[in-house]
């Protein structure tokens, strides 16, 4: 949809004619009048076919906005109102879409628009073909590459600020998909003499101001330059400054684009540094000085400069020095020096300055080719932009070599343009097999042989000229041309031999002049020869070679003493001619586009449009004929599918489809639309039309029916949103009927319902109430009789029991105070309870007299509990020894004098150790039951009361003495024949073991026996007899008792003794009825 909105095509509000295929009439006037009427509506494009003519505008136009190249992107040629654009976008397409490698041919004179018009090709190719980081990158390298060849190869002349001082060939190159890959530029002839001349009114290449206006202090001093213009002899003065052009910012951009396409910083350096010699070579002046054989030699006269320049090169001063006084020939073995005279040295000086700068050129565009060419090696499209000097003709100053072979170039483009364009649309009509009547233009081929002919050619005159031996003069050249020449149609010279010039006097002597297809031009032979020859002495190419500066070195490779060529190198002319060959063979590969630029006035001001000018233009550049060829034949031509596709709507048996050849489906489209036969033909692959008239009718009737058809599509289209909305509308007007349906239905329902529950709750409320009501006036009723009752039974009791009440409360106080303290007492005592040891003899204070028996009583049931407490932690053996302890103390506490000291001692029982002593072996295996008692013990003879030591044993069921020595038992006594256990009160360790009657032991009689451990053993005595005879032993303490000795009784008898024998009691036997003890 959006690429129907056309906002102005060829068609549509056209200011004059957009396509001069259509101007009515056509003619000189009218062809111009509406280029004027056009450029003065800044329509500053217009058509011939598919040939843009540019008008420069001299103003910025807003017609190459991103919004701009949108608009032209993808749309046919004459969609579009004319634009640069348009042919750049076809071109583009053919290349990308059809692989037709495109050139585009940009011509026109100094000042027309050409380098701009390139600039907007580039950059409108830039912006429509594919994107990404790499692409992008190749796309800003080729972009920037202008800038720095503007800077070095334009110069401000009278005709343009900026204008190209040599011609530039481009390459871009692009991958299948149509992104582009690299780019190859080749140059052609810069116009070198500028560097040490300029005319008036003109500059040096902008680069000399950039470098002095936009460097930095440093940097000038560094190149050994000052700021100051006026210093360099080589800077044109009178306009020096260009209005609305900033050298400085100029300067930072040229190095930025430097930095972009890739010279490294040394490099930059270098350049700059050779630009800075070749400034400075201009200030190096000569001096005559005379020689002793009468010859003038030159003479350097202020050596600084020439030492800054060898600083800055690195050059031997003293070698530059002598290559500006002396010249060396060399001729197979000879070789000759002679010295300069001082026109020879600026001669000398200016070669090499001209040198040195077109030779710096031409290593730019290499380094920028090795910087931009393709990385791959796939098969790479092309499309050629070929910028090149316009045609020059100088009305005031003369012209010159350079102007002739810049005007040889500009024939050959006009000759490529006619093969190109009028000779291949003639064959194509041959090819198509269209009847054709042929057209006659002028082919400038005549001319071009004139310039170029190998024998006959001006450049072949020129270099035989130069070749020659002899002197050789630029007058001996035009005298050579006077006579090869003379018969030629487009060659005029005063000295001819042909007579028709003898008396023009508009021509002078030393010119000769040329009819070009653009016009005649008069050239001026002074210099010719010079420039042809472009003559550099060797010892200054041999000079610089020695240079250390490896960039200068570089470019003198033939100052190389090693590859010395005696040759000399080919001439300015014929390197121009073969390189122009070149070109024209390489452009004649590829598909042309052309865009003829005119220059609308010579003040380079916009908004005005000489028509003098513009005429001279449109005569020299052959665009009538242009337009008269295309008018002539068929001015639109197309493939019979796409055009068949582009209008099959037009008619109904091929709308919207038609089955069958493209071909016969156009002649029914024709024949339908009734074009008359004479405006069209059909070829083998083509329709041609003949007039863009009948072309436009078609675009006419296109737009229109396409109209009828968006209108069409819009009906059917609005009539299916009416009809789907209106069903939509419908399917919800159910839905939404059916769903409020439901809701009314359902809120009348919620309605009834809850009202029902109300009128419900209501009832049930009112019940409940009733109900409530009746229950509570129930109860209460009772509550008012139960009041009513305690009230009574209250007044009742209190009349009975008031007597009572004072009578108990004293009572009652008591109580509770008693019970009060008693529970602090006990409260209190908790927190003060003594130690837990059965020894703690602390007690707390009794605080109540009247709980005095309560505190004792308290005392001794904490005692008792806390000596069951201790009781507990013993084990069975210490519970059995604190039983014996306790069967001791109730046997002999308080009744024997030996008692107190026995509590402290442990009872051992056997403190003999039968078992371990081998002695008592014996012994040990004859007494097999548990031994109670083991312990040495003393006999007491019954005689004489003299003591014997023996073993005394007690088992569970016996008493045994035995042998202290042998071990032998002396007596055994069963615990049943033991009757009684008498001792004293006092502090000895005598008793007597009273046995019974009769028994077999009695036959002796009783024994008396002392032991150290008295106390234990009777103790352990009695424990065992009572447990093995379940009867209690009976144990006498007196201090006389009587004993069994055989048949007597004798008295045992303890009285005082003295201390005699220490702490030892002793025993006599008084008689037969006493024995007595004396205990100390
Ligand atoms: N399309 C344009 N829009 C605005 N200004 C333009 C346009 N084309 C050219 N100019 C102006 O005209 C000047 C000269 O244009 P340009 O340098 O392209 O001429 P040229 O044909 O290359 O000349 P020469 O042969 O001397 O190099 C430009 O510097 C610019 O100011
Ligand atoms: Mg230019």
Redesign the pocket.
């Known amino acids: 949809m959006a690429k129907m909105e056309v906002k102005t095509s060829l068609l549509d509000d056209m200011i004059g004619v957009g396509d001069m295929v259509l101007l009515e009439p056509l003619n000189e006037d009218s062809f111009i009048n509406n280029l004027k009427k056009r450029f003065d509506h800044n329509e500053?494009y217009t058509y011939i076919g598919s040939v843009v003519i540019?008008i420069?505008?001299?103003?910025?136009?807003p017609i190459y906005t991103p919004e701009k190249v949108e608009e032209y992107r993808n749309r046919n040629f004459y969609e579009l109102s004319p634009h640069i654009f348009a042919l750049s976008d076809e071109a583009y397409r053919s290349l990308r879409d059809q692989d037709k490698d495109q050139c585009i041919l940009i011509t026109?004179?100094?000042?027309?628009?050409?380098?701009?018009?390139s600039k907007?090709v580039m950059s409108y190719v830039a912006a429509v073909c594919g994107k990404g980081a790499e692409v992008n990158q190749v796309k800003e390298q080729l972009l920037q590459s202008n800038p720095v060849l503007e800077a070095f190869g334009?110069a401000k002349?009278v005709?343009?600020?900026?204008?190209?001082r040599f011609g530039k060939y481009m390459d871009i190159e692009f991958d299948f998909k149509g992104d582009p890959l690299g780019g190859v530029i080749s140059n052609y002839l810069l116009e070198k003499s500028r560097v040490v001349k300029q005319p008036r009114g003109e500059r040096n290449f902008h680069i000399f101001y950039q470098i002095l206006s936009g460097a930095s202090e440093d940097f000038l001093c560094k190149l050994k330059l000052e700021r100051d213009f006026s210093r360099y002899n080589y800077l044109g003065l009178d306009s020096a400054k260009v209005n609305g052009v900033d050298d400085a910012a100029n300067f930072r951009t040229v190095r930025n684009a430097m930095q972009i396409v890739g010279f490294m910083d040394h490099e930059t350096q270098s350049v700059f540094e050779v630009v800075a010699a070749v400034l400075k070579l201009g200030n190096i002046e000569f001096k005559p000085e005379s020689r002793v054989n009468g010859l003038d030699e030159s003479k350097i006269k202020d050596k600084n400069e020439v030492k800054e320049i060898c600083e800055l090169t690195g050059i031997d001063q003293s070698v530059l020095e002598r290559a500006f006084s002396f010249r060396t020939v060399e001729a197979k073995q000879e070789k000759v020096s002679t010295t300069l005279n001082v026109a020879q040295a600026y001669y000398a000086r200016d070669a090499l300055a001209k040198n040195l700068y077109s030779r710096l050129f031409s290593w730019l565009v290499t380094r920028i080719n090795e910087s931009i060419k393709a990385q791959t090696k796939v098969r790479k499209k092309v499309m050629g932009v070929l910028?090149i000097?316009?045609f020059e003709i100088f009305e005031v100053r003369p012209n010159s070599f350079e102007q002739f072979i810049i005007n040889y170039c500009n024939e050959k483009l006009q000759q490529i343009f006619i093969e190109l364009t009028l000779k291949e649309e003639q064959e194509e009509y041959i090819r198509e097999g269209i009847e054709w009547t042929h057209i006659e233009y002028f082919n400038n081929a005549i001319i071009c042989d004139l310039i170029e002919n190998n024998q006959t050619g001006i450049l072949a005159m020129l270099d035989e000229e130069c070749l020659r031996p002899g002197t050789v003069t630029d007058e001996t050249f035009l005298e050579k041309l006077n006579q090869v020449c003379a018969t030629h149609q487009h060659f005029e010279s005063r000295m001819s031999k042909c007579s028709r010039f003898l008396n023009d006097t508009s021509l002078p002597h030393s010119c000769f002049r040329i009819q070009h297809y653009a016009g005649k031009v008069m050239y001026q032979v002074e210099g010719f020869v010079d420039k042809n020859n472009d003559l550099l002495y060797r010892d200054l190419s041999q000079a610089m070679w020695k240079a250390s500066h490896s960039l200068i070195k570089a470019l003198f490779p033939e100052g190389n003493p090693a590859k010395i060529n005696l040759k000399r190198p080919p001439t300015a002319g014929s390197q121009f001619k073969a390189s122009v060959a070149t070109l024209m063979k390489n452009l004649q590969t590829k598909n042309p586009n052309y865009i003829r630029?005119i220059k609308p006035n010579d003040k380079?001001a916009a908004h005005i449009f000489n028509d003098a000018l513009v005429c001279h233009q449109i005569r020299y550049l052959g665009l009538l004929e242009n337009v008269r060829v295309r008018r002539a034949g068929y001015a639109f031509r197309q493939a019979y599918e796409p055009c068949l596709e582009r209008y099959k709507m037009l008619c109904k048996q091929t709308w919207p489809h038609w089955r069958g050849p493209a071909r016969d489906g156009v002649e029914v489209l024709f024949n339908e639309l009734e074009i008359p036969e004479e405006e069209f033909s059909f070829g083998r692959s083509k329709i041609f039309i003949r007039n863009p008239r009948t072309l436009f009718k078609l675009e006419d009737l296109r737009k229109q029916r396409l109209e009828d058809l968006a209108t069409l599509i819009e009906k059917i289209y609005r009539g299916w949103k009416c009809r789907t909305r209106f069903l939509l509308m419908k399917k919800s007007q159910i839905v939404i009927a059916s769903w409020y349906r439901r809701y009314s239905q359902q809120k009348k329902y919620q309605k009834i319902k809850s009202s029902a529950i109300i009128v419900q709750s209501y009832i049930r409320g009112w019940k409940a109430r009733k109900l409530l009501w009746e229950l509570k006036h129930q109860k209460r009723c009772n509550e008012a009789a139960t009041i009513i009752a305690a009230y009574w039974h209250g007044t009742q009791v209190r009349r009975e029991y008031r007597k009572f009440f004072r009578a108990n409360a004293g009572r009652k106080i008591y109580e509770f105070t008693l019970q009060r303290l008693m529970q602090k007492y006990f409260l209190e005592m908790k927190n003060k309870m003594p130690s837990l040891s059965p020894i703690d003899k602390n007690w707390p204070a009794r605080p109540y007299l009247f709980l005095d028996s309560t505190h004792k009583e308290l005392k001794r049931i904490f005692h008792l509990w806390r000596c069951k407490k201790y009781r507990d932690q013993f084990t069975d053996q210490q519970k059995l020894i604190y039983e014996e302890k306790l069967e001791a103390s109730e046997l002999f506490k308080d009744k024997k004098a030996l008692y107190p000291a026995s509590v402290g001692q442990p009872f051992q029982g056997a403190y003999l150790e039968i078992s371990k002593n081998p002695k008592y072996k014996k012994l040990k295996d004859a007494v097999d039951e548990k031994i109670i008692i083991a312990e040495v013990v003393n006999k007491i003879n019954r005689a004489n009361g003299k003591a014997t030591s023996r073993i005394f044993l007690l088992t569970k069921n016996n008493v045994l003495l035995a042998d202290q020595k042998s071990g032998n038992i002396k007596s055994e006594v069963p615990l049943g024949d033991v009757t009684k256990v008498s001792m004293s009160s006092q502090n000895d360790g005598f008793f007597a073991v009273h046995l019974k009657e009769g028994s077999e032991a009695a036959g002796k009689g009783d024994f008396l026996l002392s032991s150290d451990h008295l106390i234990e053993m009777a103790t352990k005595l009695y424990r065992t007899t009572l447990s093995q005879t379940k009867q209690k032993l009976n144990i006498e303490i007196s201090d006389e008792f009587l004993v069994q000795f055989r048949q007597d009784k004798v008295c045992v008898k303890f009285i005082q003794g003295s201390q005699k024998n220490g702490n030892i009691p002793t025993c006599k036997r008084k008689n037969n009825r006493l024995l007595e003890v004396a205990v100390p």
Do not use: F
Request: with cysteine.
């Open positions: 500053v540019s420069n505008p001299y103003s910025s136009l026109g004179e100094s000042g027309a628009g050409k380098t701009e018009a907007l334009n002349t005709r343009n600020d900026n204008s190209s910028d000097y316009g630029c380079k």
